[in-house]
């Protein structure tokens, strides 16, 4: 039987007292050093009672002893794997594939599988996992100038900060490999946990670092056994964990250590609870400084990076590349289809399509995390598409990062916000986005955010609260929003955003929705439209009609303002006449609204009109006005009044002619067509008839399209009525997009403003009086 503790011999005693007065320490010194919580171990091992083994190896570590050399009758050995602990390079090889042998099974299990959000199974690390590239630059501790920030794009914005700018990205393993003590930072769900199991598995399988014994902790299990036994100490918890791989002597995981052969994998530096964490961080800081030989990766959340590790290089995760979500994307559909790999191929060719359509391209900007990138395999699984009401999608992803997916994992964070329920931290947040919105700020300084933090919070306490703990309170908040859910991120020193403009958007339409009164919602509802010509609002819009629970109130308050937009001008009255004429000598199936659209694009826009997102559909006339008009077109271009110019022009008019059914326009189309030269006559009188005859040919086509079909009439619109027409026609689109997000409207409602889509104001009053 192996004896569980140890006695220093006399000889050893001696040896001990000089190495600890070499030291120049006093017993409490050499107990913190051994991260002891009390100094009688130490007392019983200069008195030569018995000391725990492991303490008393440690002990004799920190002096610099050989333990042998100074306990009483030393133990042969502590297991087989003890004859290979003091020896040679050889027998240390030896020693470290004989734990590696030992662990095996162990690692696989820890490390070797994922529990994904709403998988009722486990799945295969190996199946599921995609490389993930490494940002050697961390963003947020730049110092930048707000102004420049403030003048990105919204499209610029989800990139910034994630490394898809200017910074040069490297290789996870590159990085690894790189930095014996490495931490990775990375937002929620970007999976730093994963690349640390990855890590284990591949040291595991001598994929790589097969020389080193791979040990993976998680921080906040070795947290809160520490506070259990009241002692912080990795070198007792490792041996520990040793015992569940049947390796109980002590002295082997301390010939590992000090030769350097360990691979430490530390995860969730963030996860710890803040009483805790000044512990943790010091036995790292010392274990790491102990035992600098070995391989250290730590994981931690970006926001709380502050919690700064002694000779620890910090990287960042980078976001998915479309080459990594394509790869994810094909491994996910492959794991989870339940029918044949071929099936899942072709589904995750179909999500990839998919995403990459214009209607989808709020999904493209979350999807660059592999949790978000999950969220939309799952929902996108079966039914072969994205859900119609984007506002579903962002809800279950806050829901995730607002603390489901802490829940789903165990994870017990601090308690701040001054214990503000979920929902009042949703008006916070909402508050918070709505504020900088409406401002146009896509970043904000962070005493602007705290500001808006500890307005919340004031008027939430009946007591008026100090201004300096109103300070501390909303720099706590902001920094909990921060770390715990990552929907705030400093992109830069004191600059702060959300950390996707989705949720900005979500949150901004969510505190127009969750108005408190009907008079409160009917003013969020005019500040919201007063924004209709602005196209940075146009996603509030879409969002806001989808979450009410009736958007009658929304669209017909559009509907009002589109019309009032043009309603005082009476050349574009006019011009709104015409076009209802027009449409209304179209008798086919086409919607009034659609034809209007179509033959108002045609005047301003004439090589656009067949695409104009409201003319979908073209009857027999409105393709002959269209083929007209392109006609028109084409004789109108100076300095190509060659043969080949002519020639085409003639062919198009007989095309045209073919599908003229009125006999006064066929034969004066018929005549027009005679009038021009043939291919027989010779060049000379070819460029004779062009500079007499075809100007005034061509002003004859004009009259005769004129006065049978009503159009290509001179509209000269000044360049403020241009303005006008553009962001008339944008709100109009506006408004049929709202009215197809599957918002709650009233059949009644959208069928009368779909009907009165593009009409001039007599036309809309004629209406109201009928």
């Known amino acids: 039987m192996v004896k569980r503790s140890l006695q220093a011999s006399l000889t050893g005693i001696q040896e001990a007292k000089k190495a600890f007065a070499r030291k120049g320490w006093i017993q409490d010194n050499l107990a913190e050093e051994v991260n002891l919580k009390t100094r009688q171990p130490i007392w019983r091992f200069f008195t030569g009672?018995?000391?725990?083994?492991?303490?008393?190896?440690?002990?004799?570590?920190?002096?610099?002893?050989?333990?042998?050399?100074?306990?009483?009758?030393?133990?042969?050995?502590?297991?087989?794997?003890?004859?290979?602990?003091?020896?040679?390079?050889?027998?240390?090889?030896?020693?470290?594939?004989?734990?590696?042998?030992?662990?095996?099974?162990?690692?696989?299990?820890?490390?070797?599988?994922?529990?994904?959000?709403?998988?009722?199974?486990?799945?295969?690390?190996?199946?599921?996992?995609?490389?993930?590239?490494?940002?050697?630059?961390?963003?947020?501790?730049?110092?930048?100038?707000?102004?420049?920030?403030?003048?990105?794009s919204p499209e610029e914005f989800d990139r910034f900060g994630l490394g898809e700018i200017d910074q040069q990205q490297i290789p996870g393993m590159q990085a690894v490999e790189t930095y014996s003590k490495l931490r990775v930072l990375g937002k929620a769900g970007v999976g730093k946990t994963t690349f640390l199991q990855y890590l284990a598995i591949q040291c595991n399988k001598s994929g790589f670092a097969a020389n080193l014994v791979p040990i993976f902790i998680t921080l906040r299990n070795f947290a809160q056994e520490s506070k259990v036994t009241n002692e912080f100490s990795l070198l007792k918890y490792i041996n520990r964990e040793f015992l569940t791989s049947g390796i109980s002597d002590a002295s082997v995981i301390e010939s590992l250590l000090n030769a350097g052969r360990v691979l430490l994998l530390l995860d969730g530096m963030d996860e710890v609870l803040k009483e805790q964490s000044i512990s943790v961080l010091s036995e790292i800081r010392r274990f790491s400084e102990k035992y600098h030989k070995n391989q250290f990766v730590a994981a931690c959340r970006t926001a709380s990076q502050k919690l700064r590790l002694r000779g620890f290089t910090d990287v960042e995760i980078a976001p998915f590349t479309l080459q990594q979500i394509t790869a994810f994307a094909n491994k996910w559909f492959v794991a989870f289809t339940k029918t044949n790999i071929r099936d899942g191929e072709a589904e995750s060719i179909q999500f990839i399509n998919k995403l990459d359509s214009d209607e989808n391209w709020q999904f493209r900007q979350l999807v660059i995390t592999p949790l978000f990138l999950h969220l939309a395999c799952w929902v996108f699984h079966g039914k072969e598409k994205f859900p119609t009401k984007r506002t579903d999608f962002y809800k279950q992803a806050l829901d995730l990062l607002l603390g489901k997916w802490d829940e789903s994992r165990g994870i017990q964070r601090d308690e701040v916000y001054r214990g503000l329920f979920l929902p009042q931290k949703v008006k916070l947040l909402s508050q918070i986005a709505a504020a900088t919105f409406e401002q146009g700020q896509y970043f904000f300084e962070q005493r602007i955010v705290e500001q808006y933090i500890g307005d919340y919070i004031q008027n939430l306490t009946k007591v008026p609260m100090d201004a300096e703990e109103l300070q501390i309170e909303s720099e706590a908040a902001l920094k909990a929003i921060e770390a715990q859910h990552g929907l705030l991120a400093e992109r830069a020193r004191g600059i702060f955003s959300f950390s996707y403009l989705a949720f900005q958007e979500y949150f901004t339409a969510r505190k127009i929705v969750a108005s408190h009164n009907l008079e409160a919602f009917g003013q969020a509802l005019e500040g919201l439209v007063s924004h209709m010509s602005d196209p940075h609002w146009h996603e509030i819009f879409l969002l806001t009609a989808t979450m009410l629970r009736s958007a009658d109130s929304l669209v017909q308050l559009m509907k009002q303002h589109i019309d009032a937009l043009v309603a005082q001008d009476k050349y574009l009255q006019e011009f709104l006449t015409w076009a209802s004429q027009k449409s209304r000598s179209i008798p086919t199936k086409p919607k009034?609204?659609?034809?209007?659209?179509?033959?108002?694009?045609?005047?301003?826009?004439?090589?656009?009109?067949?695409?104009?997102?409201?003319?979908?559909?073209?009857?027999?006339?409105?393709?002959?006005?269209?083929?007209?008009?392109?006609?028109?077109?084409?004789?109108?271009?100076?300095?190509?009044?060659?043969?080949?110019?002519?020639?085409?022009?003639?062919?198009?008019?007989?095309?045209?002619?073919?599908?003229?059914?009125?006999?006064?326009?066929?034969?004066?189309?018929?005549?027009?067509?005679?009038?021009?030269?043939?291919?027989?006559?010779?060049?000379?009188?070819?460029?004779?008839?062009?500079?007499?005859?075809?100007?005034?040919?061509?002003?004859?086509?004009?009259?005769?399209?004129?006065?049978?079909?009503?159009i290509n009439h001179q509209w000269n619109f000044s360049a403020e009525q241009e303005q006008v027409l553009q962001r008339y026609y944008d709100a109009n689109q506006l408004l049929l997009d709202c009215l197809h997000t599957n918002s709650e409207v009233t059949a009644s409602i959208r069928q009368e403003i779909e009907a009165t889509l593009l009409l001039p104001t007599k036309e809309l009053q004629d209406r109201e009086w009928q």
């Open 592 to 710: 009034d609204a659609t034809v209007r659209a179509f033959y108002l694009a045609l005047s301003r826009t004439p090589h656009l009109a067949p695409h104009f997102a409201l003319a979908s559909t073209l009857d027999q006339g409105m393709f002959l006005d269209a083929a007209l008009n392109d006609l028109l077109l084409e004789c109108a271009i100076h300095g190509s009044q060659d043969f080949a110019h002519i020639h085409a022009c003639g062919d198009a008019l007989s095309n045209i002619m073919g599908i003229v059914l009125d006999v006064g326009l066929q034969k004066s189309l018929q005549q027009l067509s005679d009038q021009l030269p043939n291919s027989r006559q010779s060049q000379e009188r070819f460029r004779l008839w062009c500079q007499t005859n075809y100007s005034a040919w061509t002003e004859q086509l004009k009259i005769t399209i004129i006065n049978y079909r009503n």
């Open 49 to 152: 009672r018995p000391v725990e083994r492991h303490t008393f190896i440690e002990i004799c570590s920190v002096l610099e002893l050989n333990w042998r050399e100074v306990a009483t009758n030393p133990p042969a050995e502590f297991s087989q794997l003890e004859d290979y602990t003091q020896s040679s390079d050889l027998d240390i090889d030896i020693l470290v594939q004989k734990v590696r042998s030992r662990r095996f099974d162990k690692i696989q299990d820890q490390c070797g599988i994922l529990q994904l959000w709403d998988i009722s199974h486990p799945v295969a690390i190996d199946d599921i996992y995609i490389d993930v590239n490494i940002l050697q630059e961390i963003e947020s501790l730049h110092y930048l100038d707000i102004l420049e920030l403030q003048k990105l």
